[in-house]
């Protein structure tokens, strides 16, 4: 009985199918818990107006949250009423209270990645739809570039172009690109599409072609399939719909409501940005140990001594070649992936994520996770954490 009373708010247009909202959706239920909110998550086909108009009468929610980054109209504003609203991804500007992608934080973390193997260009592919956050992602990439001192190429895309067309175009688009192009697509279908494109241009990933896209989910859905092998920025879904919720609590509470903003959450490091030495078997072992047991201490005297048949020398010297960085850098972009997984929970104390991780000690964690990205530990836990602290 007592949850029959308990307060209800409403989330519409969500996508079961699609990963980044079940992320979003769970983000939603982490603070609506802490408050003994209870959600209802409405999918695309019951958002339509008349639809909305009944679940509001229905269910009498204190508030609503609306995702707008599908590809399903979503419903008007006007149709909410008096009930406050929270617009997540809206696709063109809100006055509204709304959680948007930081795609400039985003893109900084694909340029970081592409950049590492000191490429003689760049290059840009824009999403299919071709909506606003896409051409933001293309031009702050584009920006980037040209603070480096560096050359960029951009793909001419074509709003929802039949995927045969679009991939013909691409073929010829990447055959004119010079060797060694890092290739930036403003999501994962984008690079899924690229890839394609480039084996049958006969454009060799890594060796000829680096590419990183974004998102970073395993979607589900033949669609939204990303490419495998390809790197990925991978977007922090879950933080987005907490936000949205807290924001969502901030008006209902009669608390001025101030728009926010998401973004990277970490790399997913794949073979399309692991430089020139993806065929080289003892390389892709040495990447997989690191994966596995960096967080053990690891260090690359131990990762060399694994292979005795070469001298560590001669093997740091081919692990660099290959990867575009040391093999202290692989190691600890590991770890830090790690330490940002268990920042993103209230519980860890930083100590004890610099032991987890394999750091060798809390300052060492803090020194390269502020070099990283540009926060403290305790700004960022506050931006990720899954607890409402009021």
Same mark, same amino acid.
């Given at each position: 009985m007592r949850e029959q009373c308990s307060p209800s708010i409403i989330y519409f247009d969500y996508h079961a199918n699609e990963e980044r909202h079940r992320r979003k959706f769970a983000g939603i239920c982490r603070f609506a818990k802490a408050i003994g909110w209870r959600v209802a998550a409405v999918p695309p086909e019951r958002s339509r107006p008349a639809s909305v108009r009944g679940l509001l009468a229905r269910h009498k929610p204190v508030g609503c949250i609306v995702e707008c980054s599908g590809l399903d109209a979503t419903p008007p504003p006007d149709v909410f009423g008096d009930t406050p609203v929270v617009w997540i991804d809206p696709l063109a500007p809100c006055d509204g209270a709304s959680v948007v992608c930081d795609n400039v934080a985003v893109t900084k973390a694909a340029f970081r990645e592409l950049s590492a193997g000191l490429p003689?260009?760049?290059?840009?592919?824009?999403?299919?739809?071709?909506?606003?956050?896409?051409?933001?992602?293309?031009? %702050? +990439?584009? /920006?980037?570039?040209? *603070?480096?001192?560096?050359?960029?190429?951009? !793909?001419?895309?074509?709003?929802?172009?039949?995927?045969?067309?679009?991939?013909?175009?691409?073929?010829?688009?990447?055959?004119?690109?010079?060797?060694?192009?890092?290739?930036?697509?403003?999501?994962?279908?984008?690079?899924?599409?690229?890839?394609?494109?480039?084996?049958?241009?006969?454009?060799?990933?890594?060796?000829?072609?680096?590419?990183?896209?974004?998102?970073?989910?395993?979607?589900?859905? %033949? +669609?939204? /399939?990303?490419?495998? *092998?390809?790197?990925?920025?991978?977007?922090? !879904?879950?933080?987005?719909?907490?936000?949205?919720?807290?924001?969502?609590?901030?008006?209902?509470?009669?608390?001025h409501a101030r728009p926010c903003s998401y973004g990277p959450l970490c790399v997913l490091r794949r073979e399309s940005t692991r430089g020139f030495g993806r065929r080289e078997a003892r390389i892709l072992e040495a990447v997989e140990i690191i994966r596995a047991e960096a967080c053990d201490g690891l260090s690359a005297a131990d990762l060399a001594a694994r292979f005795p048949h070469c001298s560590r020398k001669h093997f740091e010297r081919r692990f660099r070649e290959a990867m575009g960085h040391s093999i202290l850098d692989e190691i600890n972009h590991v770890r830090l992936m790690k330490a940002k997984v268990l920042l993103a929970s209230p519980s860890p104390s930083i100590g004890a994520i610099a032991d987890f991780c394999g750091f060798g000690s809390e300052r060492e964690l803090r020194r390269r996770f502020s070099a990283d990205t540009g926060l403290t530990m305790r700004q960022w836990r506050k931006d990720h954490v899954t607890q409402m602290r009021r």
């Amino acid at each position: 009985m007592r949850e029959q009373c308990s307060p209800s708010i409403i989330y519409f247009d969500y996508h079961a199918n699609e990963e980044r909202h079940r992320r979003k959706f769970a983000g939603i239920c982490r603070f609506a818990k802490a408050i003994g909110w209870r959600v209802a998550a409405v999918p695309p086909e019951r958002s339509r107006p008349a639809s909305v108009r009944g679940l509001l009468a229905r269910h009498k929610p204190v508030g609503c949250i609306v995702e707008c980054s599908g590809l399903d109209a979503t419903p008007p504003p006007d149709v909410f009423g008096d009930t406050p609203v929270v617009w997540i991804d809206p696709l063109a500007p809100c006055d509204g209270a709304s959680v948007v992608c930081d795609n400039v934080a985003v893109t900084k973390a694909a340029f970081r990645e592409l950049s590492a193997g000191l490429p003689p260009c760049f290059a840009a592919v824009p999403s299919l739809s071709m909506p606003c956050w896409s051409q933001e992602r293309v031009d %702050a +990439f584009r /920006a980037l570039c040209a *603070n480096a001192g560096g050359q960029c190429h951009v !793909f001419d895309g074509i709003p929802w172009e039949d995927h045969g067309e679009r991939i013909a175009r691409l073929r010829t688009w990447i055959s004119s690109l010079p060797s060694r192009c890092a290739v930036f697509a403003a999501n994962d279908i984008s690079a899924r599409d690229i890839a394609e494109a480039a084996r049958l241009a006969y454009r060799h990933m890594p060796k000829q072609l680096t590419l990183c896209g974004v998102d970073g989910t395993p979607e589900d859905t %033949a +669609f939204y /399939a990303p490419a495998p *092998n390809v790197t990925s920025i991978q977007v922090d !879904f879950e933080l987005a719909g907490f936000l949205a919720a807290r924001l969502l609590g901030d008006m209902v509470a009669g608390r001025h409501a101030r728009p926010c903003s998401y973004g990277p959450l970490c790399v997913l490091r794949r073979e399309s940005t692991r430089g020139f030495g993806r065929r080289e078997a003892r390389i892709l072992e040495a990447v997989e140990i690191i994966r596995a047991e960096a967080c053990d201490g690891l260090s690359a005297a131990d990762l060399a001594a694994r292979f005795p048949h070469c001298s560590r020398k001669h093997f740091e010297r081919r692990f660099r070649e290959a990867m575009g960085h040391s093999i202290l850098d692989e190691i600890n972009h590991v770890r830090l992936m790690k330490a940002k997984v268990l920042l993103a929970s209230p519980s860890p104390s930083i100590g004890a994520i610099a032991d987890f991780c394999g750091f060798g000690s809390e300052r060492e964690l803090r020194r390269r996770f502020s070099a990283d990205t540009g926060l403290t530990m305790r700004q960022w836990r506050k931006d990720h954490v899954t607890q409402m602290r009021r």
